[in-house]
């Protein structure tokens, strides 16, 4: 069981964009039965905050622990603080971005590119690692 209430004793980024995952999806749900007006944020937060980033850190452990690079989920390494700082900018900038409408497209812009960012970061370190060498037999 995953305990959402406390936040991860061990101060790892992706631990802790995984805990703001989860809480992204209810938080994004609520806010969008509380202000109607406010949908499309809300959403963005369930979507983006939440099942987005929870399913690369996901992937991100599924591949450490099938593919033999098991210190990528054990210690801070620089792809998976890159995603967690790529993707919390991008979340935040979408969700403001209502709130500056002078700046609107341009924040969707960089909103679109710190998560793109994360996302290629992520794409270049663990894609090559799912290839069938790497992948350790299952016991």
Known sequence: MVGIWRVPSRRLWHLNL???SF??????????GLFPEHELQA????????FGSMTLIVATRVIAAHC?????WDQNTW???TLTICFVLA????VISEFFLDYYFGM???AAGYWLTGAVVWGIVFVPKMLPWHVVADD
């Open 18 to 20: 995984l805990w703001l």
């Open 108 to 110: 969707l812009h960089m």
């Open 91 to 94: 979340l935040v900038t979408r």
């Open 43 to 50: 959403l963005h937060l369930t979507f983006v905050g939440g």
């Open 68 to 72: 033999g690079f098991e210190r990528y």
């Open 79 to 81: 792809p998976l603080a």
């Open 23 to 32: 809480w992204c999806v209810p938080a994004g749900l609520w806010l969008d």
